[in-house]
DNA sequence: CCACCTATATCGACCATCGATATACTGATC
DNA sequence: GATCAGTATATCGATGGTCGATATAGGTGG
């Protein structure tokens, strides 16, 4: 029984959409999946967590969703990316990279670099 | 008036017990200007996060403090790394790279690698 | 003496995420 | 044909980290 961490602060927003991006329209439990496929199953998304961030993210216009049929023959909500989507995405993996690399500098840093 | 970027999520902690490892002891004032510096002065710590944070750390035997004076001849707090801090520093600096991987991991990530 | 910098501290608010809980439908197993 | 596991959506209160505003006080330089 291997225990999964949480989602880091911040980054599932990013994460969502991301997947979405990579593999086309899908209904929120395959997006959840998916992410726990691709963090190696190191990670699991709540479904307390994960259907509030696709509400907001709706409310907010990068993506948007219909019902639909899984391929289980089962109902399921599918949600797709607009440009709206896109282009956050496009603004959250520069906002990413830049904070990975703040973090970064704190580790290759040394004492006489600093005044 | 360049506007400085909020801490992300998560990494305030880190980011100032791995300060008072640089530097050794100081004070919480001194803490986040450094903090500030070696982020090139792209963030900025919030006092009203910083001193909880100080606080919790404290409390947690990451840190302790006592009472002092600086080169200014002000009176202020300084802020010790524990043993039990380095501890810390060490399982939260793994726990960051593994973040950091895992998310990068989703930049990297093509479609045919899933099934 | 006044303004600015240093320095510590608390408070309410906010927001992302957690954990628990509920519902319902499908396919497989006994 | 009953039961159970897996699929799928959804809501709710709680928690925790951070923000923004606010308060206090002492030292330094103009």
Redesign the interface.
Known sequence: MKER?DV????LA??VL??LE??GPMHGYGVSR?IG????D??AVNQGTLYPVLLKLEQEGAIVSDWGVTENNRRARFYELTRVGRKQLEVE?RQ?E???A??????T???ED?T
Chains 1, 2 share one sequence.
């Open positions: 961490a880091p602060q911040g980054t990013l994460m991301k997947t990579l593999m998916r496929q691709i963090s190696g190191l990670l993996t990413w830049q904070t990975a703040l973090v970064g500098r704190f580790f840093v040394k004492a600093l």
